[in-house]
């Protein structure tokens, strides 16, 4: 938590660039991930009455739990919903009974309250050496950079227009590079008429409540893996999102915070929220301001976003996902190339552990999956194996006061903290 009882004065010329990284966020998790909860949807037979009430409920959720860490913390907390939980689901709902799943996702939702309350995530991350930290972070978000350059191949005009007009920007006005190219993407795909939104129609989304049945089947066949795979896959990789951008937030009330609201919004649909990870590097890196204490503007204008997408439900998040994929893949990939390089030099930084942390790189880029466990929790075991093997030794527990100094240079609030 800050240890400043004053919050950093935020001005009118401090909010364009936050902003813009927290809608740019937003778009990104819309148009990239969000057909899995109605792939999922689909294969559970849910009507469109409950299919909305999961795209309010989660939402919803996303937004108030962003608003209220972001807030509280003054630190940009970006939340959203588990995307690999997400991916599971869509197989999981075949065989599982609704009722059962919403059973199961208070089942998870609780897990994960006692989890925060308990304190034992924040000193597992704590144990973690920056290096590695670092190593995984580039290795996760390495694809999203390939992505960026891979859109050429699918459409040509839109991504090389982005990509050169990024060069340009980043040349002669490099604060304002994601902002340009964010504004010159839509205004091409309107005036190439690939974006409809004439039939567009705003309407309120409905939560429809679903009374939850606990069975012993569906907390083994739910609820231990969406706890095991939103864990692994979204905590331990959000955090470390910012721990390498050099903000100091305990990991506990962001558990238990997102823990609590997602056991609230369960009964109404809702899978799982959490910390974000891809989508928070946009946000708490310096493209989304030069000060890092004005960053978490960015989190609160992506909780007021995802707010505005649940309460019209289905409509807006449509309108997200009929994008272009070459237009999400590389404006995301452009957004996180600043991420990318700091997280690669933060990794490269201390001599000792240079090995293991490109060892880590290598593992998380890979993107392994065993068991059903994804890529970042793999890369991370394996890591710090090297890790281990490399030093001779464990990792140390870091004090608190430097568990959020990922090789950096400066304190969070110092125009040092990125390189």
């Not at 009974?97 to 000193?123: D, N, Q, R, W």
């Not at 392994?368 to 090297?386: E, H, N, R, S, T």
Request: proline share 5%; charged share 10%; aromatic share 10%.
């Amino acid at each position: 938590m800050p240890t400043s009882s004053s919050p950093p004065s935020v001005q009118f010329r401090d909010l364009v660039h936050p902003i813009v990284a927290g809608l740019i966020s937003v778009i990104v998790n819309y148009g990239g991930t969000f057909i899995l909860v109605f792939q999922a949807a689909k294969v559970a037979g849910l009507n469109p009455e409950l299919t909305a009430s999961w795209v309010w409920s989660i939402s919803i959720g996303v937004g108030v739990t962003g608003l209220v860490l972001s807030w509280i913390t003054r630190e940009p907390i970006i939340t959203a919903w588990s995307t690999p939980a997400a991916a599971f689901l869509a197989t999981a709902l075949a065989t599982t009974p609704y009722a059962e799943a919403v059973g199961a996702y208070l089942i998870s939702a609780a897990a994960f309250v006692v989890l925060g309350l308990s304190g034992y995530f924040e000193k597992l991350i704590r144990l973690i050496p920056p290096g590695v930290a670092a190593g995984l972070l580039a290795g996760i978000l390495l694809q999203f950079g390939i992505g960026a350059f891979g859109g050429v191949s699918i459409d040509p005009l839109l991504a090389g227009l982005l990509i050169v007009a990024y060069v340009v920007l980043k040349r002669f006005s490099a604060r304002y590079a994601v902002i340009g190219i964010l504004i010159l993407g839509l205004a091409f795909l309107l005036t190439q008429g690939r974006v409809d939104l004439s039939g567009l129609q705003l309407e309120f989304a409905a939560p429809v409540f679903t009374m939850p049945v606990f069975t012993l089947n569906a907390l083994l066949s739910v609820a231990l893996p969406l706890f095991l795979i939103t864990l692994t896959g979204q905590y331990m990789p959000g955090m470390l999102v910012l721990r390498n951008d050099g903000f100091k937030t305990s990991a506990n009330p962001i558990v238990t915070i997102t823990g609590l609201g997602s056991l609230l919004m369960a009964p109404f649909g809702s899978h799982a929220f959490n910390i974000a990870a891809i989508t928070a590097a946009i946000c708490t890196g310096k493209e989304a301001h030069e000060d890092p204490s004005k960053r978490w503007v960015a989190g609160m204008a992506a909780g007021i976003f995802y707010i505005l997408v649940g309460v019209f439900g289905v409509t807006l998040a449509a309108v997200f996902m009929a994008f272009p994929a070459a237009f999400i893949t590389t404006l995301a990939g452009l957004a996180l190339l600043g991420t990318i390089g700091s997280s690669l030099a933060s990794a490269m930084a201390d001599p000792k552990s240079r090995e293991a942390a490109l060892i880590t790189f290598l593992a998380a880029a890979a993107n392994i999956k065993l068991f059903g466990i994804g890529g970042a929790f793999w890369g991370l075991v394996i890591g710090l194996v090297a890790y281990a093997v490399l030093l001779g030794r464990l990792p140390r527990h870091e004090p608190a006061h430097k568990a959020g100094l990922t090789a950096i240079s400066g304190p969070v609030t110092g125009k040092g903290a990125i390189a």
